[in-house]
């Protein structure tokens, strides 16, 4: 009798480790793919944010190459 009963109780506890194991790996699945969307996203807003250097100091550059040469637009 006995031996049923750490049989059956055996075979409940592996089943709530197995959740747990599931449990865990979906939240470490979860960050690691919230990692690579936030490196991603810093990528592009890094891109963009040197891009718009690029264009403000060729403005820049412009504006004193008309200030320099007294030009007329």
């Not at 506890?13 to 810093?42: D, H, Q």
């Amino acid at each position: 009798m006995k031996n049923k009963q750490l049989l059956s109780n055996s075979a409940g506890t592996s089943l709530i480790e197995l959740l747990i194991a599931m449990m865990l790996f979906s939240i470490l699945v979860g960050s690691i793919i919230l990692g690579f969307t936030n490196i991603a996203r810093n990528e592009q807003n890094v891109r963009l944010k040197g891009q718009a250097i690029n264009l403000a100091r060729e403005g820049a550059e412009a504006v004193y190459t008309l200030a320099e040469d007294d030009w007329d637009v």
